[in-house]
């Protein structure tokens, strides 16, 4: 079993949709969860970063941890086109710097 | 350039070949990353550094892969006796600080095609 499960897709929704994806995790010792959006034939980049539990929001994207759980999510409102692309989750334990990602989910957004 | 630059894009090699990938992290950055990342999957850790020493080399699969980064800044990553395994995505990122947010800037990768 892997440390961290992500429904790899692929998602497509209509544009102006509300976009949900998660990711499961095995080790109770992470602390750091990011979301990295990764467009084709590109290194990835950080859209959202929390630490511990809780929720974050930064314009149309929230992210939401629950430890407790050991289940995060991302939220993406009024969802664009150009919010096609892989989105992976990953997540880090305190005072370690190697980043453990999902799989990665491959959404489309159809206009 | 401002980003985390990687050469070749690509490279296509044959089974036993060496192969090296070098990275040029953003300026000032101090902590650098290996990543390697396979069709359809999620990147994986290779090993990371601090300056120019090793801080963390647990990701490395087998000893045909070393890594060195001699001056703090340019890094190159070497892969003997290539296998068709080791075909994917191999992606540097670099971050200024070894911090806590997990901010990394991430190169567009160097694709190795094992043969």
């Known amino acids: 079993q892997k440390e961290v499960e992500q429904d790899p897709g692929p998602l497509s929704v209509p544009e102006g949709a509300i976009v949900s994806l998660n990711c499961t995790y095995s080790?109770?010792?992470?602390?750091?969860f990011m979301w990295y959006r990764q467009y084709s034939r590109k290194g990835p980049e950080l859209l959202m970063y929390t630490y511990s539990s809780g929720n974050k929001e930064d314009g149309r994207f929230t992210a939401q941890v629950d430890k407790s759980s050991k289940y995060i999510s991302l939220f993406i409102r009024d969802s664009q086109p150009s919010d096609s692309a892989t989105y992976l989750c990953a997540m880090r334990i305190q005072g370690a710097q190697k980043l453990v990602f999902g799989q990665g989910t491959r959404l489309t957004i159809n206009p | 350039g401002a980003g985390v630059s990687q050469t070749p894009s690509n490279k296509v090699t044959e089974k036993g070949k060496y192969v090296e990938l070098r990275c040029d992290p953003i300026s000032g950055h101090t902590a650098l990353y290996w990543y390697r990342q396979s069709l359809g999957q999620g990147p994986e850790f290779l090993i990371y550094?601090?300056?120019?020493?090793?801080?963390?080399d647990s990701g490395l699969p087998n000893d045909r892969f070393f890594a060195v980064r001699p001056e703090g800044s340019v890094s190159t990553l070497k892969i003997q006796r290539t296998e068709r395994g080791d075909s994917a995505v191999y992606l540097c990122?670099?971050?200024?600080?070894?911090?806590?947010?997990?901010?990394?800037?991430f190169g567009e990768g160097s694709r190795l095609t094992v043969l």
């Open positions: 990122a670099s971050s200024l600080l070894a911090g806590a947010t997990g901010e990394l800037f």
């Open positions: 080790n109770s010792a992470f602390q750091y």
């Open positions: 550094f601090q300056g120019t020493g090793a801080a963390d």
